[in-house]
């Protein structure tokens, strides 16, 4: 099972500088991720999500890239900030009628 | 913007008391989820529904029960609380791919 909260490996950046978070998946016939953002206590927030025929997608201040050949996915944030503080996981899901699988995350702690 | 809430976001029980939590989402999605979160062991899959009055158990469905009699909620029962069921609850919904949670509810049973 995926492991939250205890022995999350922790990624500690400096305010301003930019963050990429990597997320590795197991499942090469994968066509939909996400990726979420979780602060302390709160349920877990959807930030952006990706295509398998895509390799790149920006939003507002993150960037998710796309790696299938050796199934990786990462998500840039770029001038991060305190409130970007939270741990982050991916998610994966094959086609519409399965369930999402989760990642295991990476704490992020953005020092001011 | 999707909007899952849930009906509280802290609960205290008594064990052998019989809990209700309540999802409610308003985006018309057929598919919702209950998830109990905890340390080391991550989102586990209490029950899903993909439609009105259906339901399927998920990986750890034991001490749990769903109803789901309107299509925009999803409740999770607590026939008889225990104390291995403290635990962050957490309400999702879906289209075919996008899940949103709801904010989660933090519930202590002692």
């Known amino acids: 099972g995926e492991s939250v909260g205890l022995h999350l490996p922790t990624l500690s950046v400096q305010e301003g500088d930019n963050s990429i978070i990597n997320c590795a998946y197991s499942?090469?016939?994968?066509?939909?991720f996400i990726w979420y953002k979780q602060e302390s206590g709160k349920g877990p927030q959807f930030i952006i999500d990706?295509?398998?025929?895509?390799d790149k997608r920006q939003g507002q201040r993150v960037t998710v890239l796309l790696n299938k050949t050796v199934k990786h996915l990462s998500l840039q944030i770029a001038a991060t900030q305190p409130g970007d503080s939270a741990v982050y996981f991916c998610?994966?899901?094959?086609?519409?009628?399965?369930?999402?699988?989760f990642g295991g995350g990476t704490r992020l702690m953005v020092k001011p | 913007d999707v909007k899952v809430t849930q009906s509280s976001r802290y609960l205290v029980k008594r064990t052998g008391e019989k809990v209700f939590l309540e999802c409610v989402q308003d985006?018309?999605?057929?598919?919702m989820f209950w998830y109990r979160q905890d340390p080391g062991l991550g989102l586990r899959l209490i029950y899903f529904?993909?439609?009105?009055?259906?339901?399927e158990k998920g990986d750890i469905p034991e001490g749990y029960s769903v109803s789901r009699e309107k299509k925009e909620r999803f409740s999770l029962i607590l026939e008889s609380a225990s104390t291995n069921q403290t635990s962050m609850y957490l309400c999702?919904?879906?289209?075919?791919?996008?899940?949103?949670f709801g904010p989660g509810t933090r519930l202590t049973v002692t």
């Open positions: 998610a994966e899901i094959e086609n519409a009628g399965n369930m999402l699988t």
């Open positions: 990706i295509r398998s025929n895509m």
């Open positions: 529904s993909y439609d009105v009055k259906m339901k």
């Open positions: 499942n090469s016939a994968s066509d939909y």
């Open positions: 985006m018309d999605h057929e598919n």
């Open positions: 999702a919904s879906r289209t075919s791919y996008e899940q949103y």
